[in-house]
């Protein structure tokens, strides 16, 4: 009996969802295919993503996104499509290929090796350690001293 | 060549094409001028003739009226509609309101090149007020640098990009652009220009691009006086305190134009933020970035005399990099580097750049043995090995920046490689790629992180020596509080780590700044100062420090703000009926009605009302709309906007039924904590001024303090 009605909620949950995600059946929302969108950007509007972008080819792009997502298109897909029918430079970031690792390559490797020069610079220099420390009093004093100075020669 | 105005008539030139004529004369003399400048300082340095120094500072003081006057025979031109210039039939429109037309100098290429220079020949002349009498070798060497860039930009202006250029008719109907009036031609006066680029009718753009140039034109003295000093062989930091303040100042240009120019982009360009990583943002950002590196590193040299040949790098990358950021913007690369080979005005930026970076760095090379540092570094925790990592992370952010945005062209360009040597043509592909903001945004942020700590850290560490022990000590209390304030956001529900360390670190840096203040009052208050006066002397006695840490106080409030964006920021689209509501958080958007009117002076509007609720609470009614420009055929996105200190409500129009208004689709953003990017930027501007402000004579000054002395020591009656 309790298999029977697990069964039951099992179906009618099942149902439930089901008979939600028909209701929607009107096709993606503007937010789905936005998600989507402002990872694209199209070969005209430079610089400008295509959720954004109030131009009217950007407005086909958008939906077309729409249509596909319609279609059952996964996101993947979608993304390929767009860069199979105008290149790489629709995505928001160079695919991780050929010569375009260079842009994720460059960057960290000149930090590394400023890290390194800034190393060999300041390998002379030493951590010093709480023994035999200067006190507190010491770090401004500098600027205590100037403060002293002013108000002396104010009396 | 054909040109694209509307009607065309034949007409006698009128009275305005003499203002022109002397505008183009004025520029050819400033032109000479800087050529004349340049060679004079040179012989009289070379053969030491200080009449022909004197001669050159003559030439370089003129340069700015001179250029005054092509400038104002301009904005004359763009206000009395003079559309025989092609620059003015490209830039200004009958609609226009007048304060445009003149703003509408810097609103296109040739314009804002002699805008460029003007600003320069105002510094020019500003630095040659000064008192040379304590440095006088460095004078020839400053006009020659500061000439030589001048007549660079001048030679820009005149040859390539000339707003003098008149528009001709030929017999046959066909139109010229040319300077000089070709034979058999008659002057072409276009009934109507076009109007300055919709997306330039901002006040925050027309105040930008003064602000970012003269920021530009302010790292050209700095760079001046940096080569004068190597020329000269002068291996201590006179160089660095003459123009410390120079620097300052260029600095709080660029960092305001940098603002306004987000501001500009977040009230007009209809996209919810106010960065998008956009190459010619990162064009300005560029020498903003290498100018901080500057101001920090110098205090090195100042304080310890180490690293003179990293401050004469920096400031020679500042220098390139302002030149490389108009070059960016300029030179029509960034659309394609094809077009960049096609216009003239490239190839000569390209030049330019590539021959001063190898004069510069030749000169270093040449005076490296006697640039080295007077001590070496004593402890890893002094604060000037804080500011060698510091340098290393704006490094490293800049190396990002630059990275990004070359990389494309880099890769374009590629494609010669490829169709030269086929076998390779599929690594060289010369396909074009973007680089977007998901890029610098995973690369920059834990550089940027890394900063805030240093700014917590460095100020409690000493020059020279620093231990673990009094740097702990120092630290401890502030570093309490703001783990207080993260176990607070952990309690009031946040999660995000990124957001978590980031809020973290700026409650840091805040408390360290404020205890830094704290502190130095109750020093003085110990004297018997009360705490506002004691607080006024404080910054008033030490505004280069003070004013570094106030600048410190924006920088916190400009990174909530950026935090609250990058980490908070949440979005939803969608059409709505009249009446309809659209949810986001806690706000909802009810659609009233949409209404379309020409305003009369060239623009088709289309504006919707909206009802904006916060729960149950009518908070009031916002008006986003879409302004349609007919003589570019260009439209601006303005967004409805009800601002707060927690967060913005953020309404585009995106889509209409045009004539009944029946259904209309909107974009909301609720961007949190945004507004602390704005008031962050105005606290950063103060404490740059602080900083910034020039000092009284020091001779003044005692014959003050003197003067107070005795004052209060005479016996009162």
New interface residues.
């Given amino acids: 009996m309790r298999h029977i009605f697990a069964f039951l909620l099992f179906v009618f949950a099942v149902g439930f969802f089901a008979g939600g995600v028909a209701a929607q059946g009107e096709g993606p929302?503007?937010?789905e295919v936005?998600a989507i969108a402002k990872?694209l950007?199209c070969?005209v509007c430079?610089?400008?993503?295509l959720d954004?972008c109030?131009t009217l080819a950007c407005?086909r792009w958008r939906q077309q996104i729409a249509d596909k997502l319609t279609a059952g298109w996964s996101e993947q897909q979608i993304y390929d499509y767009f860069v199979e029918q105008y290149?790489?430079?629709?995505?928001?970031?160079?695919p991780a290929r050929?010569?375009?690792w260079?842009?994720y390559l460059?960057?960290p490797l000149?930090?590394l090796l400023?890290?390194v020069l800034?190393g060999r610079?300041?390998r002379?220099?030493?951590?010093?350690?709480?023994a035999g420390?200067?006190?507190?009093d010491?770090?401004?004093?500098?600027?205590?001293k100037?403060?002293e100075d002013?108000?002396e020669?104010?009396? | 060549m054909k040109r694209p105005f509307p009607r065309r008539s034949k007409v006698n030139l009128p009275p305005e094409h003499m203002i022109a004529d002397l505008g183009l004369g004025a520029l050819l003399i400033a032109f000479m001028l800087a050529l004349y400048g340049s060679a004079a300082a040179w012989i009289g340095a070379r053969r030491n003739r200080q009449n022909w120094v004197a001669s050159a500072r003559i030439a370089m003081l003129l340069s700015f009226p001179v250029i005054s006057v092509a400038a104002l025979c301009l904005v004359y031109s763009l206000v009395h509609l003079d559309f025989n210039l092609e620059y003015v039939a490209m830039v200004s429109s009958r609609s226009m309101p007048q304060y445009l037309r003149a703003t509408a100098l810097w609103g296109g290429q040739p314009g804002s090149l002699l805008f460029w220079a003007w600003l320069m020949s105002a510094f020019a002349s500003l630095v040659m007020l000064r008192d040379w009498r304590r440095d006088r070798p460095f004078l020839p060497w400053v006009i020659f640098v500061v000439m030589i860039t001048l007549g660079f930009f001048l030679a820009l202006t005149l040859f390539f990009e000339n707003p003098f250029t008149h528009l001709w008719q030929g017999a046959d109907g066909t139109v010229w652009s040319q300077v000089l009036r070709p034979n058999g031609a008659v002057p072409f006066i276009p009934a109507d220009g076009n109007g300055l680029n919709p997306l330039l009718r901002h006040p925050g753009m027309i105040i930008h691009p003064p602000m970012l140039y003269l920021g530009f034109v302010s790292f050209v003295i700095p760079f001046a006086f940096a080569i004068a000093a190597l020329i000269t062989g002068r291996s201590d930091d006179r160089w660095i305190r003459l123009t410390r303040r120079w620097t300052l100042w260029a600095w709080l240009f660029l960092a305001l134009g940098l603002l306004l120019g987000s501001r500009w982009a977040y009230d007009v360009l209809g996209w919810g933020g106010y960065w998008g990583w956009d190459p010619v943002e990162i064009a300005a950002f560029m020498p903003f970035l290498t100018g901080t590196a500057f101001l920090h590193s110098v205090m090195i040299q100042e304080k310890s005399g180490l690293f003179k040949h990293w401050n004469m790098l920096l400031i020679i990358l500042t220098y390139d990099l302002v030149i490389f950021g108009t070059f960016l913007t300029r030179s029509g690369v960034l659309s394609s580097v094809h077009a960049f080979a096609q216009s003239a005005i490239g190839p000569s930026f390209f030049v330019f750049i590539a021959g001063t970076l190898t004069a510069s760095l030749f000169l270093l090379s040449q005076r490296w043995g006697s640039l080295k540092s007077e001590t070496g570094m004593s402890s890893l925790l002094s604060r000037e090995s804080l500011f060698l990592v510091n340098n290393l992370l704006f490094m490293g952010i800049l190396i990002v920046c630059f990275w990004g945005v070359v990389f494309p062209l880099v890769t374009e360009a590629s494609g010669i490689i490829g169709s030269a040597i086929p076998s390779l043509s599929g690594i060289f592909t010369g396909q074009k790629i973007t680089v977007g903001p998901v890029f610098y945004e995973r690369a920059t942020g834990p550089l940027w992180a890394g900063l805030l700590l240093l700014m917590g850290i460095a100020p409690l560490s000493a020059w020279r020596a620093s231990t673990t022990r009094t740097l702990g000590r120092a630290i401890w209390k502030p570093f309490a509080v703001s783990v207080l304030v993260l176990a607070g956001l952990l309690v009031n529900g946040m999660r995000q780590p990124g957001a978590l360390l980031a809020l973290w670190l700026c409650a840091f840096v805040f408390t360290v700044t404020v205890f830094e203040f704290w502190r130095g009052a109750r020093a003085r208050r110990t004297h018997g100062e009360n705490f506002f006066l004691a607080m006024w002397n404080l910054i008033g006695r030490n505004r280069r420090r003070y004013g570094g840490y106030i600048i410190h106080l924006g920088v916190v409030l400009i990174a909530v703000g950026i935090i609250g964006i990058e980490f908070f920021q949440q979005e939803t689209q969608g059409q709505l009926a009249a009446g309809e509501r659209l949810q986001l958080g806690a706000y909802s958007l009810q659609y009233e009605s949409l209404a379309e009117f020409d305003l009369g002076d060239g623009r088709l509007v289309d504006r919707a009302v909206v009802n904006v609720f916060k729960g149950d609470e009518y908070l009031g009614q916002l008006f986003p709309r879409r302004d349609y420009f007919y003589e570019s055929q260009q439209a601006m996105t303005i967004p409805g906007l009800r601002s707060t200190f927690e967060e913005d409500f953020y309404v585009i129009l995106v889509e209409w039924e045009p004539l009944s208004g029946e259904h209309a689709t909107f974009k909301i953003y609720l961007n949190p904590l945004v507004n602390w990017v704005w008031l962050g930027g105005f606290v950063f501007i103060v404490g740059n001024l602080v900083a910034a402000w020039p000092e009284p004579e020091p001779g003044l000054e005692r014959r003050r303090v003197k003067a107070t002395i005795q004052g209060a020591k005479a016996p009162v009656n």
């Avoid at chain 1, 290149?87 to 160079?94: E, F, H, K, N």
């Avoid at chain 1, 002379?124 to 709480?130: S, V």
């Avoid at chain 1, 420390?133 to 507190?136: I, K, N, Q």
């Avoid at chain 1, 010491?138 to 205590?144: F, L, P």
């Fill in positions: 929302s503007d937010d936005n990872n950007y070969p430079a610089n400008v993503p954004v109030p407005q290149g790489d430079q629709v995505l928001a970031a160079p050929g010569l375009n260079l842009v460059v960057p000149a930090l400023g890290a800034l610079l300041l002379g220099a030493k951590m010093p350690t709480g420390a200067e006190p507190l010491t770090i401004y004093s500098d600027y205590a100037r403060i002013e108000l020669e104010r009396r």
